[in-house]
């Protein structure tokens, strides 16, 4: 078995996301989730408190681990010796951007391969940005999240 490093911006990490973590404990011998930086998407949560939430809510998984990094990602696999980017597909719309984003990947990186985990059907329309936007406005997002994330957003929105 080979190491994965599951990357994202996890703003915040959804139970979509811990979902393919689980599977993926069953298919790698460590899984490195790795939280970007990423001020592009103007994140609402800073990059500590994305990786200290996902921490505290993957800490029973004892696979996988839980890293910052805001350098080029096939230096970051590599730096962690694994040889496998594990993203997940949640609709057509969704292969567009990781075909190529797998693609400038594999050319900067030829040995280190992109696996993609399908969704769970009751994780297909969940996203970062919509249980955000749905707990901006009030709703009730207990199935969507963690308990502990769920704390975070209520403190993060007032
Ligand atoms: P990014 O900004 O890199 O897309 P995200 O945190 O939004 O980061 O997502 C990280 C990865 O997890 C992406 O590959 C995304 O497609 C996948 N993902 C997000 N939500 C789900 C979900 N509900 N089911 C399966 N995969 C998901």
Redesign the pocket.
């Known amino acids: 078995m080979v190491n994965a490093v599951?990357?994202?911006?996890?703003?915040p990490i959804?139970n979509?996301?811990i979902?393919?973590i689980e599977r993926a404990t069953k298919m790698f011998k460590h899984v490195t989730v790795a939280v970007?930086h990423?001020t592009s998407?103007n994140p609402l949560f800073d990059m500590q408190e994305r990786v200290a939430m996902a921490a505290d809510v993957l800490k029973d998984f004892e696979s996988v681990s839980v890293v910052g990094f805001d350098n080029l990602l096939v230096e970051f696999t590599k730096t962690h010796n694994a040889s496998v980017i594990l993203?997940?597909?949640?609709a057509v719309s969704?292969f567009e951007y990781?075909f190529q984003l797998a693609g400038m990947n594999r050319n900067l990186a030829p040995d280190i391969e992109t696996i993609f985990l399908t969704?769970?059907e009751q994780?297909?329309y969940?996203?970062?940005s919509l249980v955000k936007e749905v707990a901006r406005l009030g709703g009730d997002i207990t199935k969507f999240v963690p308990e502990q994330v769920i704390a975070e957003i209520k403190l993060k929105l007032g």
């Not at 599951?6 to 703003?11: I, Q, S």
């Not at 993203?87 to 949640?90: E, N, V, W």
């Open positions: 599951y990357p994202g911006t996890f703003d959804t979509g996301h979902d393919l970007a990423n998407k993203r997940g597909l949640r969704d990781e969704t769970a994780y297909a969940l996203s970062s």
